[in-house]
């Protein structure tokens, strides 16, 4: 479990989210991507040369708050230090395919080299805290 019941719940309902990391001068950068889950932790796809990737490299310190998509506006921000993932890729990059998706996911042939010939990686969180506003409406 990440937080309380109603914060997992929130966790496991939502798909979006804004990544914040680091820049070497310690100023913040925002990225929005889909997420998935794996017990108590959170989990996206980037590419070893984008900026999300060299931040977390220089400085593992993350935080990502899950949006909720409509009305009535939850949301929720884990953070924590983030680790990164370069070896068995591709369950997390099924699993975040099948949340984005909300539908099953089944790779093209490929889609290991595709993921290897972009250098694709996952960015992975256990959070250490939570905040956020998850029972309104």
């Keep these: 479990m990440?937080?309380?019941?109603?914060?997992?719940?929130?966790?496991?309902?939502?798909?979006?989210?804004?990544?914040?990391?680091?820049?070497?001068?310690?100023?913040?950068?925002?990225?929005?991507?889909?997420?998935?889950?794996e017990g108590d932790e959170i989990f996206f796809s980037t590419a070893a040369g984008r900026l999300k990737a060299k931040t977390v490299r220089k400085d593992p310190r993350i935080a990502i708050t899950i949006l909720d998509e409509g009305a009535p506006f939850r949301f929720l921000t884990l953070e924590g230090k983030a680790t990164i993932q370069t070896e068995s890729i591709v369950p997390g990059h099924v699993a975040?395919?099948?949340?984005?998706?909300?539908?099953d996911f089944t790779p093209p042939e490929g889609f290991e080299e595709r993921l290897n010939k972009d250098g694709r990686l996952l960015i992975r969180l256990?959070?250490?805290?939570?905040?956020?506003?998850v029972n309104r409406g």
Excluded at 2 to 18: L, S
Excluded at 96 to 103: G, H, P, S
Excluded at 126 to 133: L, N
């Design 2 to 37: 990440i937080g309380t019941p109603e914060q997992d719940a929130f966790i496991n309902e939502q798909r979006w989210a804004v990544v914040t990391t680091l820049r070497r001068d310690g100023t913040p950068t925002n990225s929005v991507v889909f997420y998935a889950r």
């Design 96 to 103: 975040v395919n099948k949340a984005m998706r909300r539908a």
């Design 126 to 133: 256990k959070p250490e805290r939570v905040s956020g506003v």
